[in-house]
């Protein structure tokens, strides 16, 4: 079994469902010749051809427009956007079109198309480079978003969302694109859209996250194991949620903390205590507290690492919960 990072896991994922299905096309901008910005396409191009991976203009709206053709035509595109933060242009054609077609043709068609980005702060990007709205997407009835943390899922999630008979975001979390290996099966495997993990079981206190901050969560809980067991929540995907496996635990546990990258106001953190409180008020033992990015335009690299949600922001919240 191959022990491989994001950007490989990724790779293999395309490398399988273009061999396996012709439909399954790749567009978007330096994803043939260079093999995209961070190199997740690499190779494909020399495999599978030009006719199926496609460099494109440097215009979204133009690749998101595109896609959506391709897709209710019954092809499979898989769209790369090089930035989450450049998404924005093609916005119109996402909520316009993309997430609405299976409505407005009463089911007549459907929009089997994946847009992937790389998203989220902790590489000293530029503006633009940085961004995490994942919010913005989830809110959009019709579209399904996927942000996986770990190799393994990355793969079988991605396979899924090829696979689905409608559109998925599909965010992956930039600065674990190299950051982790672990063991990929080389064979075919899909991961179910809209399952959480439970990445560590525990008694006292729940801690729900997505992407990059898994691992944040996993580093404090790390040092909080002598006062606190704490369970730890992939979410996996935002939309549709897995509200199932959010209320049992904090039915268990009794207290919560959220932890986002996003601005505080408007993130699916405030989401999820809504869920929270609709089915498992009443086994609440303190207040759900928020570990999150803040109500500003992501900042220039000196200013990032205040901004990101941090272990010792996290393990600082914990201790208000269980002190409560």
């Known amino acids: 079994m191959p022990t491989l990072n994001i950007v490989e896991a990724i790779n293999l994922a395309l490398h399988q469902e273009m061999a396996r299905d012709k439909r399954v096309i790749v567009l978007g901008e330096d994803v043939g010749h260079e093999g995209g910005v961070f190199r997740v396409t690499t190779g494909l191009q020399k495999k599978f051809g030009e006719k199926r991976v496609m460099d494109t203009p440097l215009a979204e709206s133009g690749i998101v427009g595109t896609s959506f053709g391709m897709a209710v035509y019954g092809l499979r595109p898989v769209a790369e956007i090089q930035f989450d933060g450049f998404v924005y242009p093609a916005f119109d054609q996402i909520i316009s079109h993309v997430a609405r077609i299976r409505n407005r043709s009463r089911g007549r068609f459907t929009c089997p198309l994946v847009i992937r980005a790389p998203f989220c702060g902790g590489i000293r990007a530029l503006e633009h480079h ?59 495997y899909t991961i179910p859209i809209g399952k959480a993990k439970i990445v560590q079981e525990g008694n006292d206190i729940t801690l729900i996250a997505w992407g990059a901050m898994v691992r944040e969560c996993q580093r404090a809980a790390e040092q909080m194991q002598n006062k606190a067991s704490c369970e730890i929540i992939d979410l996996r995907t935002m939309s549709p949620m897995d509200t199932e496996t959010i209320v049992t635990s904090v039915q268990k546990t009794g ?70």
Do not use: W
């Open 130 to 188: 940085s961004e995490s709205m994942e919010a913005l997407y989830a809110h959009i009835p019709g579209m399904k978003v996927v942000i996986p943390a770990t190799p393994y899922d990355a793969k079988g999630l991605l396979i899924s969302a090829i696979r689905d008979p409608d559109p998925v975001i599909f965010f992956e979390p930039k600065r674990l694109y190299r950051a982790i290996k672990e063991d990929v099966p080389e064979k075919e």
């Open 255 to 324: 207290h919560c903390v959220i932890v986002h990258e996003a601005p505080r106001s408007g993130g699916l953190g405030g989401e999820i205590i809504a869920r929270i409180n609709e089915k498992a008020i009443l086994n609440l033992k303190a207040p759900i507290e928020r570990v999150t990015g803040f109500d500003t335009t992501f900042p220039y690299y000196q200013n990032e690492n205040n901004y990101l949600p941090n272990s010792s922001r996290i393990i600082q919240a914990i201790d208000k919960v269980m002190m409560f």
